[in-house]
């Protein structure tokens, strides 16, 4: 990617995101995850959020993916052409903009149960208009690079292990061409053979224009495919608890001005070999 980013080249920018946790069955304990993200993703990019566990990774990723809600800032998403922020929109156009424009990968597969893993991986593309036969024939041709064996194709994923799951979690992923794509750990519960299918399939996304933020705890997956590295956490976050009348207030939902804990947040170009 060129040093300097073209605006309009720019997928997905968050600017001042700042999050907490309060757990109001505890006392009002107030947990900082993190706060003042800044980061930028352009089409055709790989950006891997990289820092300890513990850190605010899986929460960030979340969090860009509208399943949690920061408590300041901006997560603007290039959705038809214009710049939108999901903070700002109403909960039936998030569905929307996950439904076209971004693409998540989390951890863990959850879907409808008893639905055969060929339709699960199919219905991406079906509700993005593709004709049933092509988003079959497409979902065949990811399950098979990710060598889900085709015996278990007609049958649910509930039973399979977990690195079959993680598989067709990957495949129901890539097989729509997402603007944007949130990957979280794709690749822990693979074997060798697979994380490779997985560096390809990422690339691939690349070379088409997609525009990738994800976490890769394994480092030669991450050597593969990352463009840039975010980093996040190095210094940690210490809990506080709120004084009494704070915690009621929190406990009925009223905003709280509380003193924000800055993480250590840098981003970096990953260096040439």
């Known amino acids: 990617m060129p040093a300097r980013m073209n605006t309009s080249d720019i997928r997905l920018h968050a600017r001042g995101l700042s999050k907490t946790f309060v757990l109001h069955t505890q006392g009002g304990v107030h947990i900082p995850v993190f706060d003042g993200i800044e980061l930028k993703v352009a089409s055709g990019e790989c950006v891997c959020l990289h820092g300890p566990s513990g850190a605010g990774k899986s929460t960030l990723l979340r969090s860009l993916y509208a399943n949690y809600k920061p408590d300041a800032g901006e997560i603007r998403v290039r959705h038809d052409g214009t710049m ?50 092509e988003a079959h024939a497409a979902a065949r041709t990811l399950l098979s690079r990710l060598r889900i064996p085709e015996r278990l194709w007609s049958l649910a994923p509930a039973t399979f292990s977990g690195g079959e799951q993680q598989r067709v979690n990957i495949a129901r992923g890539f097989i729509v061409d997402y603007p944007v794509l949130l990957l979280d750990e794709p690749t822990a519960s693979l074997d060798a053979a697979n994380r490779q299918t997985v560096i390809e399939l990422i690339n691939e996304a690349k070379a088409r224009g997609t525009a990738i933020f994800g976490i890769f705890h394994d480092e030669e997956v991450r050597e593969a495919v990352a463009d840039r590295l975010f980093e996040v956490g190095k210094q940690p976050l210490r809990k506080t608890r709120l004084s009494a009348t704070a915690a009621e207030a929190a406990a009925r939902c009223q905003p709280l001005l509380l003193r924000p804990v800055t993480t250590s947040i840098t981003r970096r170009q990953r260096n040439t070999r």
């Open 84 to 133: 939108i922020d999901l903070l700002m929109v109403e909960p039936w156009e998030v569905v929307e903009i996950r439904r076209r424009t971004i693409g998540y990968v989390s951890q863990f597969l959850r879907v409808i149960p008893r639905v055969p893993t060929l339709d699960i991986v199919a219905e991406p593309a079906i509700v993005n208009g593709v004709a049933s036969g």
